[in-house]
């Protein structure tokens, strides 16, 4: 049994990288993920995704916010906001439904919300329309995690099986962490996957995607890995 450290300190891209080894490790069976250690850097707003403008009628005269690229919650979009306005009362108000999922505005009177351009009412579960009354709610669910609800680890030494079929997926979560927090993986138990080759191995690459198969942008961000063979 063999445990091998993956860093992607000096990778390109944390999230999708190759590890070769100057000299082949030997053969193995299985693989199994022991430890990872990520933060959640994911964005679900970034003007790249048309999501990062607020517009907004303030008695008829149009304005706007633009928020940086990040990853918001609830709270941080309400603080933007805001500061936006500095020491004066703020107009507009984000909440929450808790019994139906919903986000709710707040206004007061004389403002307006504007949907009607951009993806930002996607990921708040507004329609794509104006909101002028004190207090409305969201028409759907909100999707303020932009869909990323599960994560997957994936390695290219893996055959595994997945949804009747086989894949290279090693390890899957779902991501309860608060956005700037470190993910934590640390397996007593790991469950260990086929190794798909059975010659030397003089590389490895891990990568990591959502629910849908599309690649995360974490940023940049370090990922450590610590893969146990067998």
């Not at 206004?107 to 002028?132: M, Q, T």
């Not at 995690?145 to 009747?164: A, M, P, Q, R, W």
Request: glycine share 4%; with cysteine.
């Amino acid at each position: 049994m063999r445990t091998l450290t993956l860093d992607s300190k000096n990778a390109e891209k944390s999230e999708d990288f190759r590890t070769v080894f100057r000299v082949p490790i030997g053969k193995y069976r299985k693989i199994a993920l022991k430890y990872m250690s990520l933060w959640n850097s994911w964005f679900n707003i970034h003007e790249q995704f048309n999501n990062n403008v607020l517009k907004y009628t303030d008695h008829d005269v149009e304005h706007s916010i633009t928020f940086q690229n990040g990853n918001y919650m609830l709270s941080e979009l309400n603080e933007e906001i805001k500061d936006h306005y500095k020491d004066k009362k703020v107009p507009i108000v984000f909440d929450v439904h808790q019994a139906t999922s919903r986000f709710v505005i707040k206004l007061d009177k004389g403002f307006a919300v504007d949907f009607r351009e951009g993806k930002l009412h996607e990921i708040l579960g507004f329609e794509s329309k104006v909101y002028d009354q004190p207090k409305q709610r969201g028409k759907y669910i909100a999707d303020i995690s932009k869909g990323i609800d599960d994560i997957f680890i994936h390695c290219d030494l893996v055959t595994s099986l997945y949804n009747e079929g086989t894949s290279d997926i090693l390890y899957l979560f779902s991501p309860l962490n608060p956005p700037g927090s470190m993910i934590v993986i640390n397996e007593i138990n790991p469950l260990f996957e086929e190794v798909n080759r059975n010659d030397y191995i003089d590389s490895i690459r891990m990568y990591i995607t959502d629910q849908d198969d599309n690649i995360i942008d974490l940023n940049k961000v370090r990922v450590i890995y610590k893969l146990v063979l067998d």
